[in-house]
């Protein structure tokens, strides 16, 4: 016993000590152990949102796959893959520095190439951020990959995709949001509304593709010489739609993650992300099945990413139920655009234009018109000259490049090679080697494999060809 009184009393007096070399806590300290966990949260998040956007790459590629001919699915997925590659490297080097860099004017950044902002043993923050903004980067260019499917030479593409993610999207970029690290923007010192990027993304990326679309021509057989439309179906719809699940789980990334914090106000921008997706779905199922006479499963899944496209500008200062109305409206709108790019003989497989640059358009102006702190002539002056910045910078830019490298190296490959697939002629691959294929559409017969009616890969296609 006299033992076991002795090691108690050894313990009792060395907490003793220890707890007497213990400062005692105070407000201060209290705060700065809080704020190191705040920081700690918020770079826990902005990284999962990075790994959610990341994802959504998956999302586009099986979109785009589903949507266009199995003889082309090697080189869409080839396609995706290296516009993050490309991309990644490329705004590592020179794309951060352009859109994040200290700039005087507010139109060009001039610093943090390369990554230089970080220095061992200084602040990571610039890793974390970095992160986030080049998978944003990424989706930018990805959104012009379905609109230049099936006949755009690889060689032209990964130029393209290179130069959008190092010049083109972030320039535009820091005129919105570069004060988020060391630059300014002219753009968002007039009260530019985009909280995570209906225009400063999807409009860059749907613009781009525009101008690729138009550049390439139509895919054979698409028009005939009377005008009509001839549907090119997409080879695979369930795998379409699974990539539109996967992109509206990658949204949750996209919108929330663009807070860069661990706060509160992350609940209503994931309630309104899903409100206006779902509200785009159903509205454009219903216009659909109005025009169509059959609930089209292209428009529908294309109505859900016009809704969060829509949605993209407005989450953070918009209401529940405002982002109902953006949605629906998003809904109805791609629906109309499809048809009338269509129309013109604008030859977009998966519908980019019309989701990611029309109702990229749609979204940014109706964050000023929903604005819940109130709506002004002031800030729809503002929206609208956004509106307009973009499609000029990014249109005129991306139609000199895809000029530049038709010229040169050449953007769309032969006639032979197109009817063949570029599956065989640009990778010596095959998608689907233990099944037969049956390229039907590729001479314009009406019917098979391939993304038909700009995203209405089905009924709509049909009846809208009988209809022109």
């Not at 396609?79 to 507010?106: C, E, H, P, Q, R």
């Amino acid at each position: 016993m006299k033992k076991v009184g002795l090691i108690v009393a050894y313990l009792i007096c060395s907490l003793s000590v220890v707890w007497a070399g213990d400062d005692a806590p105070t407000i201060t300290s209290n705060a700065d152990a809080i704020a190191l966990v705040q920081s700690h949260a918020d770079y826990v998040w902005t990284l999962v949102a990075a790994a959610l956007v990341f994802f959504m790459q998956a999302g586009f590629a099986m979109v785009e796959a589903g949507f266009t001919r199995a003889k082309n699915a090697v080189n869409i997925m080839m396609k995706n893959l290296m516009d993050f590659s490309m991309g990644t490297i490329a705004y590592w080097a020179i794309g951060f520095g352009l859109m994040f860099g200290v700039s005087k004017t507010g139109f060009l950044g001039t610093s943090g190439f390369f990554l230089s902002d970080f220095k061992v043993g200084g602040d990571p923050w610039v890793l974390a951020f970095w992160m986030f903004q080049v998978v944003f980067a990424a989706t930018a260019a990805t959104i012009v990959s379905g609109a230049m499917a099936e006949r755009t030479k690889f060689t032209g593409y990964l130029i393209y995709s290179a130069v959008i993610s190092g010049l083109i999207y972030p320039i535009f970029g820091g005129w919105a949001w570069g004060s988020l690290f060391n630059g300014s923007g002219w753009l968002e010192g007039l009260g530019f509304i985009d909280f995570a990027g209906s225009t400063v993304v999807h409009s860059v990326g749907g613009w781009a593709a525009l101008a690729g679309a138009i550049v390439l021509g139509p895919r054979l057989g698409k028009y005939t010489k009377e005008g009509r439309v001839k549907p090119i179906l997409g080879h695979n719809i369930p795998l379409a739609a699974i990539g539109v699940f996967i992109l509206w789980l990658g949204w949750f990334g996209f919108n929330p993650g663009s807070t860069t914090a661990a706060s509160k106000d992350i609940a209503m921008i994931f309630v309104n992300t899903n409100l206006s997706a779902a509200a785009g779905c159903i509205m454009a199922m219903v216009v659909s099945w109005i025009m169509f006479g059959k609930p089209e499963v292209g428009m529908s899944l294309n109505g859900a990413l016009a809704g969060l496209v829509g949605i993209t500008a407005g989450c953070a200062n918009v209401t529940p139920t405002s982002s109902i109305v953006i949605g629906a409206i998003a809904g109805m709108i791609v629906v109309f655009s499809v048809v009338f790019f269509d129309k013109i003989r604008i030859d977009d497989p998966v519908g980019a234009i019309s989701v990611h640059g029309v109702c990229g358009a749609w979204g940014t102006l109706a964050a000023g018109l929903f604005n819940m702190g109130g709506m002004t002539l002031k800030i729809v002056a503002v929206q609208l000259t956004g509106i307009v910045a973009c499609f000029a910078w990014t249109f005129t830019m991306a139609f000199i490049l895809f000029k530049v490298i038709e010229a040169t190296m050449g953007l769309r490959v032969s006639k032979e090679e197109e009817m063949e697939g570029l599956d065989s002629t640009e990778h010596g691959g095959n998608a689907y080697p233990d099944f037969t294929t049956i390229n039907h559409g590729s001479l314009g017969v009406s019917g098979g494999p391939g993304a038909g009616y700009a995203s209405a890969p089905s009924y709509a296609s049909k009846k809208l060809a009988n209809q022109s």
